[in-house]
């Protein structure tokens, strides 16, 4: 069984007892969270839409809260002699897959 869940912006597949690294949630190591299911399927039949999904949720738990890989962000223009470097890290939570409410 799977199920698609919405968070950060974002859009992730996961099964019961899968560790994704998701967008930073308001949550401190330890705590379980609700995750809104977009879709659900046993491998059977598929389940989309508001109505049949109401009630239905994803509860996972957080794992940890870090920051990931630096990213380089460069700008430049030819023969202007114009070139920017900056870095970016994403705050990043790392989240387990409790279970999947059918």
Not at 17 to 42: M, T
Not at 57 to 75: C, W
């Amino acid at each position: 069984m799977y199920a698609i869940i919405a968070t950060g912006g974002k859009q992730y597949k996961v099964a019961e007892g899968d560790v994704i690294d998701v967008e930073k949630l308001d949550a401190q190591p330890g705590d379980k969270v609700q995750l809104p299911v977009l879709l659900l399927s046993d491998g059977k039949s598929t389940v989309v839409g508001s109505a049949p999904l109401s009630g239905k949720t994803v509860e996972a738990e957080v794992l940890a809260q870090f920051k990931g890989e630096k990213l380089r962000v460069f700008k430049f223009q030819k023969r202007k002699r114009y070139h920017r470097e900056k870095g970016h890290r994403q705050n990043l939570t790392k989240i387990k897959i409790a279970s999947i409410s059918a």
